[in-house]
């Protein structure tokens, strides 16, 4: 009988030893992500590097908390000037749908264009992240249109 017991305190000294040893590493990752270390940093993208479609790239997008507005600098790189018929952003995180403005039309060849929504385009608070596509259709002088969807657009929300 005096074995039998010995064999079950070393069972039970075993399993409380790694039993406090996976609580305390369970307490260790909780401060971790509490304090925000493994939160990486957020990769802001427009496009995939800054190209929405052949020609046409994202120089700059700006989401501003306290206006609830939408800006997004579009440069046209192709040898003729393109005019934007529609510009909507779909946000999936801290925005909604909005559409944007088509001014300056045409964009000539080489120009940046600003394009900015009205209000309640952007619902999340500053600091947060603002995730969702762009999509917009645009035509050259030549009259062919083409449609670009989908563009992902990821930005950390401004003051």
Same mark, same amino acid.
């Given at each position: 009988?005096? %074995?039998?017991?010995?064999?079950?305190?070393?069972?039970?000294? %075993?399993?409380?030893?790694?039993?406090?040893?996976?609580?305390?590493? $369970?307490?260790?990752?909780?401060? &971790?992500?509490? %304090?925000?270390?493994?939160? *990486? *940093?957020?990769?802001?993208?427009?496009?995939?590097?800054? $190209? &929405?479609?052949?020609?046409?790239?994202?120089?700059?997008?700006?989401?501003?908390?306290?206006?609830?507005?939408?800006?997004?600098?579009?440069?046209?790189?192709?040898?003729?000037? $393109? @005019?934007?018929?529609?510009?909507?952003?779909?946000?999936?995180?801290?925005?909604?749908?909005? /559409?944007?403005?088509?001014?300056?039309?045409? &964009? *000539?060849?080489?120009?940046?264009?600003? %394009?900015?929504?009205?209000?309640?385009?952007?619902?999340?608070?500053?600091?947060?992240? &603002?995730?969702?596509?762009?999509?917009? /259709?645009?035509? @050259?002088?030549?009259?062919?249109?083409? *449609?670009?969807?989908?563009?992902?657009?990821?930005?950390?929300?401004?003051?």
């Amino acid at each position: 009988m005096n %074995f039998r017991n010995k064999k079950g305190q070393a069972a039970m000294e %075993f399993l409380m030893t790694y039993g406090w040893a996976i609580l305390i590493a $369970i307490i260790a990752i909780a401060a &971790l992500i509490a %304090f925000g270390v493994l939160n *990486p *940093p957020l990769q802001e993208s427009c496009g995939t590097d800054g $190209i &929405l479609v052949q020609g046409v790239s994202c120089v700059n997008v700006v989401a501003d908390a306290s206006a609830d507005t939408l800006n997004i600098s579009i440069t046209n790189n192709l040898a003729d000037p $393109i @005019t934007f018929t529609t510009i909507t952003f779909t946000g999936t995180t801290g925005a909604g749908t909005c /559409t944007l403005t088509t001014a300056p039309t045409p &964009l *000539p060849s080489g120009a940046t264009g600003y %394009f900015e929504s009205g209000s309640s385009c952007v619902t999340g608070a500053a600091g947060g992240n &603002l995730k969702g596509d762009l999509s917009f /259709t645009y035509s @050259t002088v030549a009259g062919v249109t083409y *449609p670009a969807t989908n563009l992902k657009i990821t930005k950390k929300i401004a003051n």
